[in-house]
């Protein structure tokens, strides 16, 4: 899950991200999360979501991120039936290989 958060001093919105230790573990998605969490904290891309801070309890891990409104790809592309149309893969995938090129 994730959810719009606010810093309480400065105001600054961030988004939280949510993922249940036991659901990572039941589902093996151990290594999956831990090269998500290296490789964005890698990045230096404006078109890579920024992770600014992890952390954990002893049921939850927590990504900090950079704010994007409007959720996923993939919620989008189903909501509004893009599904098969080319002219918008074209652009997405223009997009994804600039970030690559970036």
């Avoid at 959810?3 to 230790?21: F, G, I, N």
């Avoid at 890698?42 to 990504?63: A, G, W």
């Amino acid at each position: 899950a994730v959810e719009l958060v606010e810093h309480s001093k400065d105001h600054s919105t961030y988004a939280l991200k949510a993922l249940s230790k036991g659901f990572v573990v039941k589902s093996g998605m151990q290594k999956s999360v831990m090269s998500e969490k290296n490789v964005q904290l890698m990045c230096d891309s404006s078109f890579v979501i920024k992770v600014f801070e992890t952390f954990n309890s002893p049921e939850q891990l927590y990504f900090l991120l950079e704010l994007a409104l409007g959720g996923e790809l993939y919620a989008t592309y189903h909501k509004k039936g893009l599904f098969g149309k080319e002219l918008h893969a074209k652009f997405y995938v223009a997009g994804v290989v600039i970030a690559f090129d970036h």
